[in-house]
């Protein structure tokens, strides 16, 4: 069975620190999704990854690919207010359509 | 409109009242999901409608629970005898490259259930 584990479920920082969150399964992912979700809205895609190893960037936020396509992390730099929701990272099922969802990591960015 | 339409956006009803739920998704998107989310959680699979197939409809949580695409545009999805437990977001998503995980999956804002 494809699970994705997401860590932590819950981060609370000052406004200007850096942060990381991960994405893991023991299972191989052709690639990875990462959504963020507002308050009262639906998640939104920040990136897709899809070669081991890669590395992409929007803005201040960093997405990294493991090379064994494992896992994913999401670094953020000099986080803001703005950046506070529910990150959930997401891959395509094996056997079908579906896509395994992690159970998200929430983050608060306080002013 | 340009994005995922759902209605209504908050409904409060009564233990055993039944209730539908409606998605418009984006024209020419094939596919269509529905998602519950519980406060604060991760995404709940429901039902997956892809153009004129079968429905997958191995997600849904019981027999109250049942969702129809009408011409391939818009979904209901009704839940029966509604139960407090049923109190959740449900999401609803539309995409035009069906769970390839390349495709993005855009949603709706929800709607917000509260069974008292």
């Known amino acids: 069975t494809q699970l994705l584990e997401q860590s932590p479920q819950f981060l609370s920082i000052q406004e200007g620190e850096n942060l990381t969150v991960y994405c893991n399964s023991s299972s191989v992912f052709s690639s990875l999704q990462w959504y963020r979700q507002e308050p009262g809205e639906g998640p939104v895609l920040l990136v897709t990854?899809?070669?081991g190893g890669e590395v992409k960037k929007l803005k201040r936020l960093t997405f990294q690919f493991g090379d064994a396509r494992k896992d994913s992390s999401l670094h953020i730099t000099a986080a803001q207010p703005g950046d506070t929701g529910l990150y959930l990272c997401a891959g395509p099922s094996d056997s079908n359509y579906q896509l395994i969802w992690g159970a998200g990591t929430k983050l608060i960015i306080k002013p | 409109g340009a994005g995922v339409s759902q209605s209504p956006s908050n409904k409060v009803t009564e233990k055993g009242k039944d209730v539908e739920l409606r998605c418009d998704p984006i024209?020419?998107?094939?596919?269509l999901y529905w998602y519950r989310q519980s406060l604060g959680q991760g995404l709940e699979f429901l039902i997956y409608?892809?153009?004129?197939?079968?429905?997958?409809k191995s997600g849904l949580p019981s027999d109250r629970f049942s969702a129809e695409r009408t011409g391939g545009s818009v979904s209901t999805l009704t839940i029966q005898r509604t139960q407090q437990e049923d109190s959740a977001v449900y999401l609803c998503?539309?995409?035009?490259?069906?769970?390839?995980?390349?495709?993005?999956?855009?949603f709706g804002e929800g709607s917000r259930l509260t069974v008292l």
């Open positions: 990854v899809v070669t």
């Open positions: 409608f892809q153009g004129n197939s079968a429905p997958d």
């Open positions: 024209s020419g998107h094939t596919a």
């Open positions: 998503a539309s995409s035009e490259q069906p769970g390839t995980g390349y495709g993005e999956l855009f």
